[in-house]
């Protein structure tokens, strides 16, 4: 563990005082490695569960559509709060049939930010539809109101915020836009599953939500899979039959649709995860907090900018993205590749930059904060399992990079599930306490 009141040397260089930090060849401070993600960690738990569910899918022969998939669909619907959720094969397709449902064509104007993953804006560009990126507000990298107003036009038929990195996107303010104008949103929750504003579950907050089963998302499958929610009969009447080729009752296709079922062996796993949803978003909320507390030990603020909570609901923490001032983001992540600890860019080309879309005409200085994130963020792992060890290890490498010594007493690490554990007054404790207000309680969510 790293010593109080001691100062972090480069990693290369040899302690020499009682008043250093020894790397891990010299005295062990630090771990070896730091994974970026640890999926193996999660099976290992739940492995026997995981094989007997899929034995029982292979067993029924119903691999397509069966029951497994209508019971996850229950299940997720009343875990979030919705009167219908609607599987798929991907996150992607999830996106790609919430804008064929309210019938988006070729010419069409979609708002989205340029932030985000490559998908939410090749669903727009796959129907003909043209994308507006909007830029993002600089704290919260999510997109900005107030840009999403100005880039509305006749031509506008959706808004499609990104509920990134777990943080819903700021719904008091896009929602009254949106029914000004009169245009319906797409929530892509891809990344924010449990998420919540105000109370209500992310993907109950438009007019149909769109989230993913990859693997690595807070509740991941074995493989690609996606699902849909929605509040309106009318949507969810329109994407049951868009998933299956427009066809009701079979071989008679009322409209043109797209094969993107999903298939019961996924769902069999899914269904064995899902129960321990809620106990791993704890963890993580957990893990935010033990980071914000290792970052002030440091005090790191003029180096690195670490995320903060959102007051208005439920943060999940799909990734904890810091920002690295100074132009010294990638030199950072060198330095944390070469110590073993893994990290990862999201998203180091902006969509409006990409090479695909030159054809519409964005520059560079378009999207300014979008731009400058690009440019200076840096995901660390934040993923259940992961132990206080590790992030130590993880802030101790950053701090030896900037040459911070450690000006403030470890605190005792936060137990994610721990019953003993209280958590202090708002008025007291550390800042980073008084200012995550949900460091995880079952009861913050409706599920």
Same mark, same amino acid.
């Given at each position: 563990?790293?010593?109080? +009141?001691?100062?972090?040397?480069?990693?290369?260089?040899?302690?020499?005082?009682?008043?250093?930090?020894?790397?891990?060849?010299?005295?062990?401070?630090?771990? @070896?490695?730091?994974?970026?993600?640890?999926?193996?960690?999660?099976?290992?738990?739940?492995?026997?569960?995981?094989?007997?569910?899929? #034995?029982?899918?292979?067993?029924? =022969?119903?691999?397509?559509?069966?029951?497994?998939?209508? /019971?996850?669909?229950?299940?997720?619907?009343?875990?979030?709060?919705?009167?219908?959720?609607?599987? !798929?094969?991907? =996150?992607?397709?999830?996106?790609?049939?919430?804008? *064929?449902?309210?019938?988006?064509? %070729?010419?069409? /104007?979609?708002?989205? %930010?340029?932030?985000?993953?490559?998908?939410?804006?090749?669903?727009?560009?796959?129907?003909?539809?043209?994308?507006?990126?909007?830029? &993002?507000?600089?704290?919260?990298?999510?997109?900005?109101?107030?840009?999403? /107003?100005?880039?509305?036009?006749?031509?506008?038929?959706?808004?499609?915020?990104?509920?990134?990195?777990?943080?819903?996107?700021?719904?008091?303010?896009? $929602?009254?836009?949106?029914?000004?104008?009169?245009?319906?949103?797409?929530?892509?929750?891809?990344?924010? &599953?449990?998420?919540?504003?105000?109370?209500?579950?992310?993907?109950?907050?438009?007019?149909?939500?769109?989230?993913?089963?990859? @693997?690595?998302?807070?509740?991941?499958?074995?493989?690609? =899979?996606?699902?849909?929610?929605?509040?309106?009969?009318?949507?969810?009447?329109?994407?049951?039959?868009?998933?299956?080729?427009?066809?009701?009752?079979?071989?008679?296709?009322?409209?043109? =649709?797209?094969?993107?079922?999903?298939?019961?062996?996924?769902?069999?796993?899914?269904?064995?995860?899902?129960?321990?949803?809620?106990?791993?978003?704890?963890?993580?909320?957990? +893990?935010?907090?033990?980071?914000?507390?290792?970052?002030?030990?440091? +005090?790191?603020?003029?180096? $690195?900018?670490?995320?903060?909570?959102?007051?208005?609901?439920?943060?999940?923490?799909?990734?904890?993205?810091?920002?690295?001032?100074?132009?010294?983001?990638?030199?950072?992540?060198?330095?944390?590749?070469? !110590?073993?600890?893994?990290?990862?860019?999201?998203?180091?080309?902006?969509?409006?930059?990409?090479? !695909?879309?030159?054809?519409?005409?964005?520059?560079?200085?378009?999207?300014?904060?979008?731009?400058?994130?690009?440019? #200076?963020?840096?995901?660390?792992?934040?993923?259940?399992?992961?132990? %206080?060890?590790?992030?130590?290890?993880?802030?101790?490498?950053?701090?030896?990079?900037?040459?911070?010594?450690?000006?403030?007493?470890?605190?005792?690490?936060?137990?994610?599930?721990?019953?003993?554990?209280?958590?202090?007054?708002?008025?007291?404790?550390?800042?980073?306490?008084?200012? *995550?207000?949900?460091?995880?309680?079952?009861?913050?969510?409706?599920?």
């Amino acid at each position: 563990m790293i010593r109080p +009141n001691t100062t972090v040397l480069p990693a290369n260089q040899t302690a020499k005082t009682a008043n250093s930090i020894d790397d891990q060849s010299a005295g062990g401070a630090f771990l @070896p490695t730091v994974g970026l993600l640890a999926l193996d960690r999660q099976y290992a738990v739940l492995r026997e569960e995981i094989r007997t569910a899929i #034995e029982r899918v292979c067993d029924s =022969g119903r691999f397509i559509l069966g029951p497994d998939v209508s /019971e996850l669909e229950t299940e997720l619907a009343r875990a979030l709060g919705v009167p219908h959720v609607i599987s !798929c094969a991907s =996150g992607s397709d999830a996106l790609l049939l919430a804008l *064929m449902s309210l019938d988006i064509r %070729p010419g069409d /104007e979609v708002i989205l %930010p340029s932030y985000t993953f490559f998908a939410t804006a090749s669903a727009v560009t796959r129907l003909g539809a043209i994308p507006i990126f909007a830029d &993002i507000d600089p704290h919260t990298y999510l997109m900005s109101p107030r840009d999403v /107003e100005r880039k509305i036009s006749k031509r506008c038929r959706a808004i499609v915020p990104v509920h990134l990195f777990g943080r819903t996107a700021d719904m008091d303010a896009i $929602v009254p836009i949106a029914k000004a104008a009169g245009i319906p949103i797409i929530e892509d929750a891809a990344q924010s &599953i449990l998420s919540t504003w105000h109370g209500r579950c992310s993907g109950s907050l438009g007019d149909v939500g769109c989230f993913s089963f990859y @693997p690595t998302k807070n509740l991941g499958g074995v493989g690609d =899979g996606g699902f849909l929610t929605t509040t309106r009969d009318d949507i969810a009447a329109s994407l049951k039959l868009l998933r299956v080729h427009g066809m009701e009752p079979r071989y008679y296709h009322q409209v043109v =649709g797209i094969n993107s079922r999903l298939d019961s062996i996924q769902a069999a796993v899914l269904r064995v995860k899902l129960p321990h949803l809620d106990a791993w978003t704890t963890a993580r909320q957990s +893990n935010a907090a033990r980071y914000m507390e290792l970052f002030a030990q440091y +005090n790191l603020e003029q180096h $690195v900018a670490a995320p903060t909570d959102e007051p208005r609901g439920r943060h999940v923490w799909n990734q904890f993205v810091i920002r690295v001032a100074n132009g010294q983001r990638d030199a950072l992540r060198n330095h944390l590749t070469q !110590c073993g600890v893994g990290t990862e860019i999201y998203y180091p080309v902006p969509l409006h930059l990409q090479q !695909c879309f030159e054809p519409l005409g964005w520059r560079k200085g378009d999207l300014p904060e979008t731009e400058r994130a690009a440019e #200076e963020t840096l995901a660390l792992p934040i993923f259940p399992e992961l132990e %206080p060890a590790e992030q130590r290890t993880v802030v101790g490498r950053i701090a030896e990079f900037f040459k911070a010594a450690q000006v403030r007493q470890p605190a005792k690490d936060i137990a994610a599930g721990d019953p003993s554990h209280t958590e202090p007054p708002a008025t007291e404790g550390p800042h980073f306490l008084r200012r *995550m207000k949900a460091v995880g309680r079952a009861d913050d969510v409706r599920c």
